[in-house]
């Protein structure tokens, strides 16, 4: 790489370059952070009793069409709703909400109902038969494509078929606030509200009004 392939706004200009800190071997684990953290509604069909299950191995897979995964340990009592189904939503949380996403993740649907223990809503999905949750302000219906065992966990490939939207998230020209529904995120064991927002896509390349790039 060469010296102009940088772009100028991103070097940090006067001074001498500080030293990057030291870093120290760490075992190897999952330590991609911050991650979200999940509610994924199941069942409530083919004879299963609907069920909540927190998840924060969850991700965007792919664009077009829109896909995420879910990675579920076989022993959990979501698995085989899921595994049999190929139907869930994934229900966005909002920090008021972090009490329940704990719960719902240390408690199992094989001892409790967890929709009437947290109180929380199930409302009918539009394109899968499991229920959404009405409290989350977005909720992802999904359809397995392909489940991949592996290891701990096996990994569910989904189609996102449908997403509804908490209406109050919508400003008057139908744009998604997604930053006003207070969505939270997971950080190596802690539950952690989104700060504030630094930039936007694509904010390293735009130009100020008045022609100069804007300075990092
Ligand atoms: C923050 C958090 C994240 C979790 N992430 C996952 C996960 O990604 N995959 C998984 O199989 N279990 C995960 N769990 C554990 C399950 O949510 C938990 O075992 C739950 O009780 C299973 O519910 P069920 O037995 O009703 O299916 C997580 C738990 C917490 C608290």
Known sequence: MTSKSLSPPLRRTGGRKASPPPKRAWKPGNLLAPVPVVLVSCGGFRGFPPNLI??????????????????????RFSFPMLKKTG??????????????VDWCG????????????????????????????????????????????????????????????????????????????????YLHGDYAALGQTIGRFGFSVRKRRGGKPRRS
């Open 54 to 75: 927190t998840i924060a191995w969850v991700g965007t897979v792919c664009s077009e069409p829109p896909m995420v995964s879910i990675a579920v340990r076989p022993e």
């Open 87 to 100: 139907q869930f939503v994934v229900n966005l949380p909002s920090a008021d909400l972090a009490r329940h």
């Open 106 to 185: 240390v408690k199992s649907g094989r001892d409790v109902d967890k929709f009437a223990a947290t109180g929380l809503t199930p409302l009918p999905g539009s394109r899968v038969s499991c229920p959404i949750v009405a409290e989350c302000p977005v909720n992802l219906e999904c359809r397995t494509t392909k489940t991949i065992p592996l290891g701990s966990h096996t990994l569910f490939l989904a189609e996102i078929v449908a997403v509804q939207v908490s209406a109050s998230l919508l400003d008057g020209k139908g744009r998604l606030a997604l930053e006003k529904a207070g969505l939270i995120a």
